[in-house]
């Protein structure tokens, strides 16, 4: 799909609720095709995914959606779906949109290592997931699943997002890739580690979004393109030390604790080149989702034969999506990549909803018409249901909603996703505290 550039703005307001619009009541091709799930989700059983087991089973990847951040449904969903897939051996390897670098933790800690879950949680994970207690309980589960597998049995852990957590300039910590590569080479090679970390440091305050800049402040806007060039020329500088010192640094170390640290070096190169592409023509991709697709692959690679299942937000996971304004989402996302890539053995779970009940305690309800209104009127509080199910008259372009730009964010549905998951209100994990008067 060729794709004209548009600047970062775009891509920023892509964080941001999804409502689906539909002009007239859809049907459905078998009456039985509507897969019900209990209204209390916390009751649901690994028997409840039975009916979609075939369509899972032949996938190489599976993608699970949540349609909105930091919702309890899609939390509840995963967990249970991946403890049936799990326990019938039908994944070996669970990735979420978090940072890869950081995820080590979390991989190491399924595995037995005796490191503590607190610790684990606010350091292994990137963009608040380490406040979610789904997290948590799935660590733990899986932890306990492989405590008496063999090694090929056991179940792996990984974020598959950049470190760090862009675009959220509150959030962020372009630096995290960075310090697992330094945190590596001060095992392996101390002095290397130091003369590279004296050289890099000094680009440092520039790898950030300042997120109320000022006159005083400094972000990525005041680095210079000579300065962008040198950074880049020292990660090949660092790239090239790796690859002539793989045997000393494997042997100092494992071939497991090599290979993480050097797909940190790229990974700390997605985050500089992130933050250098804002407003940057010349970049003809979109870094985050490419550098996510990019340690998919790696994780694929790695895993061999085992299965794959990926957790993260819809953007990054449907097959396709697009808008009316060519210059919006200008280039393939994640899920986009993965399509192309894997054709039929990518099969994603897409997350709807008519009704949020949000942060505030203001619930958001979607308009007659949107898809997830048309969505609540096929069946019960919470179901799936598979898309080839649905009429022909469900398998279109779709309206998604309105950028704050006034543009539409638009998917085909029968591209996109293969299974509808739909909740008619998701609950929000988090609310703020009213200020005491």
């Keep these: 799909m060729k794709r004209t550039y548009q600047p970062f703005y775009f891509v920023f307001s892509l964080i941001v609720l999804y409502s ?64 049936r897939l799990v326990t019938e051996q039908k994944i070996g390897a669970i990735a979420i949109e978090s940072g890869f670098s950081e995820s080590r933790l979390c991989y190491d800690f399924i595995l037995g290592k005796d490191i503590s879950l607190d610790s684990v949680m606010n350091n292994g994970f ?14 733990l589960w899986l932890r306990n699943y492989n405590s008496n597998k063999s090694p090929e049995e056991q179940v792996h852990f990984y974020g598959f997002d950049v470190p760090g957590c862009p675009p959220n300039p509150f959030l962020e910590d372009a630096y995290a890739g960075f310090d697992y590569v330094f945190d590596y080479l001060n095992e392996v ?23 109320n800049p000022t006159e005083e402040t400094v972000d990525y806007q005041d680095l210079d393109s000579a300065g962008w060039e040198n950074l880049e020329h020292l990660l090949k500088e660092l790239e090239t030390e790796f690859i002539a010192n793989k045997m000393e640094f494997v042997h100092a170390s494992s071939e497991l604790d090599y290979q993480w640290a050097f797909r940190s070096v790229s990974n700390a190169r997605a985050n500089v080149n992130f933050l250098r592409s804002i407003g940057n023509s010349d970049y003809t991709y979109d870094v ?32 396709e999506i697009h808008s009316d304004n060519p210059a919006v989402l200008a280039h393939p996302m994640c899920g986009e990549y ?20 949000w942060l505030d305690g203001d619930p958001l309800e979607l308009e007659e018409g949107a898809l997830g209104v048309d969505l609540s009127k ?27 730009s006034g543009d539409e964010l638009l998917t085909d549905l029968d591209k996109s996703v293969d299974i509808i998951y739909f909740n008619d209100t998701q609950t929000t994990l988090f609310r703020y505290e009213e200020d005491e008067k």
């Design 189 to 211: 090679n101390p002095l290397m580690s130091k003369q590279f970390q004296e050289k890099i440091d000094v680009y440092r305050k520039y790898l950030k979004i300042e997120p």
């Design 378 to 404: 096929l069946g019960s509080k919470n179901y799936l249901i598979n898309v080839d199910d649905l009429s022909e008259d469900w398998k279109k372009e779709w309206f998604i909603r309105n950028l704050n």
């Design 126 to 139: 990137s963009c608040m997931f380490e406040t979610i207690d789904a997290n948590r309980e799935l660590l």
């Design 338 to 357: 993965l399509g192309e890539e894997y054709g039929d053995d990518y099969v994603v779970i897409g997350n709807f909803y008519r009704k949020l009940d």
């Design 20 to 83: 689906c619009a539909s002009p007239k009541e859809m049907k459905i091709v078998q009456k039985n095709a509507v897969i019900a799930l209990p209204d209390d989700l916390t009751e649901l059983s690994g028997d409840d995914f039975s009916p979609i087991m075939e369509s899972l089973e032949s996938a190489k990847i599976i993608g699970v959606t949540e349609c909105v951040h930091e919702m309890a449904e899609p939390f509840y969903f995963r967990n249970a779906l991946i403890k």
């Design 288 to 319: 985050r989702d490419c550098g996510q697709f990019e340690n998919v692959q790696w994780i694929q690679k790695k895993e061999g034969k085992k299965r794959l299942l990926l957790f993260a937000h819809s953007v990054h996971l449907m097959k």
